[in-house]
């Protein structure tokens, strides 16, 4: 089955600084990836997906890079904001007619100081 | 507006008490998830819904069972909670193979 490793689990970045979130999948199958937010005791929200037909998508301050020979993804944070202090959840998934069925990586904490 | 909903919020078992937990969706998605969350992990898929066809992942324990009686409604049901099945329950939703939409979450406790 599909194996997800997510790096770091932590990341500490001052207001205004960039942040990084790097994936790395083992299905090369895997055609779908999206990423999640988690607030504290709320649920994940989707936040940016891509596909594997496109090497980055961009939606304002986030985008998302795809390198699928080497099977990585990454979620870009520009001019961090501290309300985008949460957990991020990367996941891939082989889609097929029945759905998405999503591995999730193991989470970074991103905290933004002010 | 809700979309995703999910009763209860919190629950509260006790040890070997079966429990059902509930899940609504208003977006007409033909695809229902339920994961499994537990503290400081990922989400972890249970099971899903393809329209009325019931697919469950090869790892969850039989002591979980699903029903769905219609395209709005999907239940979870722990027939016998033991500690370890204390956890954040989230339901999610898709059209086909669209993005996954989550439920608020059911916080289950098992004393």
């Known amino acids: 089955?599909?194996?997800?490793?997510?790096?770091?689990?932590?990341?500490?970045?001052?207001?205004g600084d960039s942040a990084v979130i790097k994936c790395t999948y083992s299905d090369s199958a895997s055609n779908y990836f999206p990423w999640y937010k988690q607030e504290l005791g709320k649920r994940p929200q989707l936040i940016i997906d891509i596909r594997s037909n496109v090497g980055e998508k961009k939606d304002q301050r986030i985008a998302v890079t795809l390198n699928k020979t080497a099977k990585h993804f990454s979620?870009?944070?520009?001019?961090?904001?501290?309300?985008?202090?949460a957990v991020y959840f990367?996941?891939?998934?082989?889609?097929?007619?029945?759905?998405?069925?999503?591995?999730?990586?193991?989470g970074t904490r991103l905290m933004v100081k002010p | 507006d809700a979309m995703v909903i999910q009763n209860p919020r919190y629950q509260v078992t006790q040890f070997g008490k079966p429990v059902t937990l509930s899940c609504s969706q208003t977006l007409n998605h033909n695809v229902m998830y339920w994961y499994q969350?537990?503290?400081s992990q990922a989400p972890k898929l249970l099971f899903h819904y393809y329209?009325?066809?019931?697919?469950?992942e090869a790892d969850t324990p039989d002591n979980f069972q699903s029903r769905r009686p219609n395209t709005s409604f999907c239940f979870l049901d722990i027939r016998s909670p033991g500690?370890?099945?204390a956890a954040m329950y989230l339901c999610a939703t898709s059209r086909d193979t669209s993005s996954q939409y989550f439920g608020p979450g059911t916080?289950?406790?098992v004393l």
């Open chain 1, 75 to 85: 979620l870009h944070i520009t001019e961090t904001q501290p309300e985008d202090s």
């Open chain 1, 1 to 15: 089955g599909e194996n997800v490793e997510q790096h770091p689990s932590t990341l500490s970045v001052q207001e």
């Open chain 2, 51 to 56: 329209d009325k066809d019931f697919n469950n």
């Open chain 1, 90 to 106: 990367c996941a891939a998934s082989r889609v097929f007619g029945a759905g998405n069925m999503l591995t999730f990586g193991g």
């Open chain 2, 37 to 39: 969350q537990k503290s």
């Open chain 2, 107 to 109: 916080r289950l406790t």
């Open chain 2, 83 to 85: 500690l370890g099945d």
